[in-house]
């Protein structure tokens, strides 16, 4: 087999990660204490690398450009705390990577870009503290340079030895930070990168990270509920501060200076003459006003911290954001009043278009936010999004709909006058009782779950699954609604797309008559690509 090019290393890294960071990002949340109680650790650093994988796609295919872009990338989206220090890591790893001669043929080159990277880490916050993150870390990169010059530098082994060493760190973080002790948790941010090296390992091995029970206090996820406003630390900074900075290091140098006397949990990360500056302090307009005199900053970004937690008003405006496959089918959710993400075609929406989506429907950026991703890939996109709009004091939900046709049904019952819970209720009930199937043609040949198939081939899915193959299109579509009417249902619905020809979608609406008559039939035109017809039954 051909070694895998190294570029293509760091984007398979990229992609693993992201997956990684959603499926942990609700517990990261949850042990997320230190520096702030605020739980959006997960959410922020989920963010930051989906910026980075962005950039990374977009890049020329080597090493140094895939590396570089992905480091670029992550400062420019970076966000929190937790987000800023890793945006800074990748930029010291990719510091070593974009060197001229520089392979990933052994781990010499891992080991160290993480050394880089935790001296990155630590040179970017002002007031470094153990049991964090930059524990976790160095650890890291110590372990990873042991067995870099040890007898086995092969990649694959200083990969495990740095990922095995993150979470033995992250164990003894509540021995480094009483805060962590008190609350019966490990270091959130700390957590993140062991979700980050763990991919890299399964990148390059294969290898699934086993669940590692924590016995440290009595923490569970998801976590007790913060204590009442009058409860908390009425001395904690009321604002989080955080901008892009076009600046030389020495303005930098002086404006961490100015930063450090007015707030604190000050983190800057950059390199050359682009930073991102990240402060807690009472004072925002001071914080601003040093990026002003330090150099040009922009897309700033000013939090409340308090109000993160505050309670919501009974009666909110409420906006649905839904993703669409096709042209046909936007056109379908928004005559149904949903704000439309579209996307081109492979691609599935990024955290920032499904925010952007909240902000066309809701000009006031206060109201209530239901998200219907419609796609399996698109769901951990929407629980980031409103993962995010939830930090900004606002309702958000995600309705579990994974399909096309499960967002139509529960669109199709959402009530705007509704109370909140209410309607997230029913949209859930609809999209749950709504099965669904598609049919498409086989690219290549792949081992299924109905067998193998060869180029050419008509697909039948049935809930994710292929569950059908066959030679023509009307066939394959019949028995798929066959399948999904055995357990019952009362209304199926068809949705055209690209390679759906004249009678296609006819002939199943015949099938449906035929053999379950007690079944209506409704036909959409979706204009979706790769599948000829999306199937539902409720």
Known sequence: MPPVPDAEIVLR??????????????????????????????????????????????????????????????????????????AQMLRGVADVLSRPGTSLADGRALAEGLTRAADEAHRAVADPVEGTILSVARAAAQAATARATGPDPSLPAVALAAA???????????????????????????????????????????????????????????????????????????????????????????????????????VVSGAGEQWNVHVHTDDAGAAIEAGIAAGRPHRISVTYLPVQHAPHPAEQQRVVVAFAAGDGLAELFAEAGAVVVATATGHRPSTGEMLAAVDRGDAS???????????????????????????????????????????LAALAVHEPHRAFDADVVAMTAAAGQTRHGAVTIAAREAVTMAGVCQPGDVLGVVDGDFAVI???????????????????????????????????????????????????TVVYRGGQPRYPLLLGVE
């Open 13 to 86: 890294w990229c992609a693993a990660g992201l997956d990684a960071l959603a499926a942990a990002r609700e517990e990261i949340d949850a042990l997320n204490v230190y520096p702030v109680p605020d739980g959006d650790t997960g959410t922020n650093l989920y963010l930051t690398f989906e910026a980075a994988r962005e950039a990374a796609e977009q890049a020329e295919p080597t090493l140094a450009a895939t590396a570089e872009a992905m480091a670029r990338g992550a400062l420019i989206g970076a966000r929190g705390n937790s987000g800023i220090i890793v």
């Open 164 to 266: 095995a060493a993150a979470h033995d760190a992250l164990d003894h973080t509540p021995e480094q930070l009483d805060v962590l002790a008190d609350a019966g948790v490990v270091d959130a941010g700390g957590r993140g990168l062991t979700v980050l090296l763990d991919a890299f390992d399964t990148v390059l091995t294969g290898r699934r990270p086993l669940p590692r029970p924590r016995t440290v206090g009595t923490h569970t996820v998801p976590a007790p509920a913060l204590p009442p406003p009058h409860e908390q630390d009425q001395n904690a900074p009321a604002y989080e501060v955080m901008y892009l900075l076009d600046a030389t290091r020495p303005q930098v140098d002086a404006l961490k200076e100015t930063l450090a006397e007015i707030g604190d949990s000050l």
């Open 365 to 407: 950026r206060t109201g209530d936010v239901v998200i219907l991703p419609n796609e399996r890939d698109a769901v951990p996109v929407a629980e980031a999004a409103a993962a995010e709009l939830r930090t900004h004091g606002r309702r958000a939900a995600v309705i579990p709909a994974v399909a096309q046709v499960q967002g």
């Open 470 to 520: 066959g030679s023509d299109l009307l066939d394959v579509a019949t028995e798929v609604v066959a399948r999904m009417l055995a357990a019952g249902g009362e209304l199926v619905t068809v949705v055209t797309g690209d390679g759906a020809g004249p009678g296609l979608a006819d002939g199943v609406a015949r099938a449906v008559r035929r053999g379950h008559p007690e079944a209506d």
